[in-house]
């Protein structure tokens, strides 16, 4: 048998492309100018995604007016070039949030006459502080009312993903098209979120089962697979800091759509990983009314992965989970809420989806192009607070989009892709690893650290369970998420160094077989490859942002134990080890920012430009990972030589003591 792969890959329904916002912004106001619409002339306003539009749904009959809903208005925020110029230069100061209100948020005024408007139907809302998202409450029928839609219940059959994981068939209720409101309120609403209760989200979780065994000298005497937030520190350079700094002082933030199993972080730091008993807190901040029980299910593994990596990292700070419904106003309302308290200091999330997926969403019409730029907003107000994001970048490696629409193209992970968040990458530790199978076994070596691309173990997989390279190939895609965005542009930090626009990669799969991916459209993806255990070394140029920033171990193989009471519930032990995935890096990289924040004394916000800068200077706290062809790539894209990026690792692997000491020359 193959790996036994569980890798629940993320959905966090962040649609559409800048570009396409950009052009539908531009005909909006084209059409609004040639029509001179009155102020209460009814406009469309951009909407998430609508389940009646997918593949299969069915319609059953109308939603009962009485049924409740949680809508959210996301408002454009003002001055929003400054805005982003600010975020993305790197900020030493750092704004409250009634100063982001008065600057970047939406005018009273504005707030004002939404919320009235709303009221006249019996809805009521709560404005988050920094007058971006306004969240409402109300019944279908108020809301079919206030913003001109029908709303039908519908039966959705379960959704294509990789490794066998659907998102399950569900019954759930949606409108039928996109929401109006009055000219005169349409101006200022980016988008309306919340009028389907669809849930497609899924968590980033990688899992090799007990057919593998993993050696490597390690000086902690861990072993690959039973790794714990203590190795990460050594391995990465955070010991250091812990002379003078354990995060104490400092509140960490994780933002997710499964509920924690409670008392899991607290065993796996007291009787898994010795981390010392500082008196610290974990805070559960249910979002929306919260997204229900645990379950191994719905993804609880992944919230208690969160909680222990980064609180393992920084034993004196304080975590906040941001649990919410699996829904996007859900997912967006928990980013706004842990900026509007403006308590945690740096936040991390391991949800996401394919560009790809995002761009056929809205060739069907199920989803808009101003989903992107909400996910945008919410980062900006916390990079102008100060407050460190990092997510994710995607375990499917170069070809993100084949975990969840099944495409083969090169694809990376939103909002991974934000210019406003540090998406992290994932690496494979030196590692001897044996695979056993019906037919025997086979080991492999991985000498020294290199970008995480599961390619170094597909002829081993054929050996052992007597399958061609070709089969073992397309069973065992994993490795870290990378490449460039197709719909956020570069960013201005990311100029500071070479080899973001220029890559090479290795052509280990040859995407076939182009055909129509969303029926009665014209969006064509290949869904095929052509496999090959000699690839041919290619080179070519990349625009747009270029994914990941920085990296550190995520191959399973390599990886770390996971503490999750809900598998018990499915008959398997509470403590596992061969986990992985990059939904391993952000915590580990949020829980550093805690400890390197305790150690300045103050926060620092979003790393970007601070790391670009630091990695094009002459003694970068980064090290490139810059090995050139097989043996350093993430299944496509592989080392820059004489460049200081490539999208397989991003700046590649740092050493997180000396960045502290590198910012603390800079405040």
Do not use: C
């Not at 539009?53 to 009962?64: C, E, I, M, S, V």
């Not at 975990?403 to 001897?432: E, Q």
């Amino acid at each position: 048998m193959a790996l036994s792969v569980r890798m629940r890959l993320g959905a966090g329904l962040a649609a559409g492309a800048l570009a396409v916002a950009a052009a539908g912004a531009a005909s909006a106001a084209s059409a609004q100018a040639s029509s001179s619409p009155g102020p209460n002339t009814p406009e469309r306003v951009a909407t998430g995604l609508l389940p009646s539009a997918l593949p299969g749904a069915a319609a059953f009959g109308t939603t009962p007016p009485s049924t409740p809903e949680q809508v959210s208005f996301i408002l454009n925020e003002r001055d929003l070039s400054q805005l982003e110029s600010a975020v993305t230069s790197g900020l030493t100061s750092f704004d409250t949030v009634s100063q982001f209100a008065s600057t970047y948020g939406q005018t009273p005024g504005v707030v004002s006459a939404l919320t009235s408007y709303l009221a006249s139907f019996g809805i009521t809302t709560s404005v988050y502080p920094g007058n971006v998202d306004v969240s409402a409450s109300g019944t279908a029928g108020e809301f079919d009312a206030a913003l001109s839609v029908t709303q039908q219940n519908f039966h959705v059959p379960a959704q294509h993903s990789s490794d066998g994981y659907q998102v399950p068939a569900q019954t759930v209720y949606s409108a039928t098209g996109a929401p109006e409101l009055p000219a005169r309120l349409a101006q200022d609403v980016l988008a309306i979120l919340g009028l389907t209760n669809y849930a497609p989200f899924a968590s980033h979780a990688v899992h090799v089962s007990s057919s593998v065994t993993a050696t490597s000298s390690s000086s902690s005497g861990d072993q690959p697979g039973d790794y714990l937030p203590s190795d990460f520190a050594a391995h990465y350079g955070l010991d250091p800091l812990y002379k003078q700094a354990n995060g104490s002082g400092e509140t960490i933030g994780i933002v997710t759509l499964a509920a924690l199993d409670t008392g899991a972080p607290q065993y796996f730091w007291q009787h898994v990983a010795n981390v010392p008993n500082t008196g610290r807190t974990v805070t559960v901040d249910n979002i929306d009314g919260g997204p229900g029980a645990p379950s191994d299910a719905s993804g609880s593994g992944e919230t208690d992965l969160d909680v222990e990596q980064s609180g393992g990292l920084a034993p004196g700070a304080n975590v906040i989970v941001y649990q919410a419904p699996n829904t996007d106003p859900g997912f967006i309302d928990a980013f706004f809420a842990a900026a509007s308290q403006n308590t945690v200091d740096t936040l991390s999330t391991s949800w996401g989806e394919s560009e790809t997926i995002l761009d056929a969403s809205v060739a069907a019409d199920q989803e808009t192009a101003a989903y992107t730029a909400a996910f945008d907003e919410a980062f900006l107000e916390l990079g102008a607070q100060g407050q460190s994001v990092f997510d994710a970048a995607g375990d499917d490696g170069a070809y993100d989009a084949y975990g969840d629409i099944g495409t083969t193209n090169l694809s990376v992970d939103t909002p991974a892709d934000s210019p406003y968040a540090t998406a992290s990458g994932g690496t494979t530790l030196p590692v001897t690893a044996t695979f056993t199978g019906p037919d025997g076994s086979a080991t492999v070596t991985v000498p020294n650290q290199r970008a995480w691309g599961w390619d170094y173990l597909w002829s081993a997989e054929a050996a052992v369970n007597g399958q061609s390279y070709a089969e073992a190939a397309e069973a065992n895609i994993g490795g870290g998420g990378g490449g460039y965005s197709v719909l956020e542009p570069e960013p201005s930090y990311q100029k500071l160094v070479s080899g973001t626009s220029s890559y090479d990669g290795v052509q280990y799969l040859t995407p076939t077989d182009y055909e129509s991916v969303v029926p009665g459209t014209n969006f064509i993806e290949p869904t095929e490859w052509n496999v090959t255990s000699k690839p041919p070394l290619v080179s070519g140029a990349g625009s747009g942002r270029a994914v990941p920033d920085v990296s550190a171990d995520a191959d399973p193989v390599s990886g770390y134990l996971l503490y999750e009471p809900s598998f018990v519930a499915i008959g398997q032990p509470a403590l596992q080890g061969g986990w992985g995935g990059t939904s391993f890096i952000g915590p580990q990289f949020n829980g550093s920012t805690a400890v390197i924040d305790s150690y300045l004394g103050h926060r620092i916000g979003l790393w970007n430009p601070f790391l670009y800068a630091l990695a094009a200077g002459p003694d970068s706290p980064v090290t490139p990972l810059n090995q050139l062809g097989t043996g350093n790539d993430n299944l496509f894209y592989t080392g820059n030589p004489g460049q200081l990026y490539n999208p397989a690792t991003g700046l590649g692997v740092p050493n997180l003591a000396k960045f502290a000491s590198d910012l603390a020359g800079l405040w």
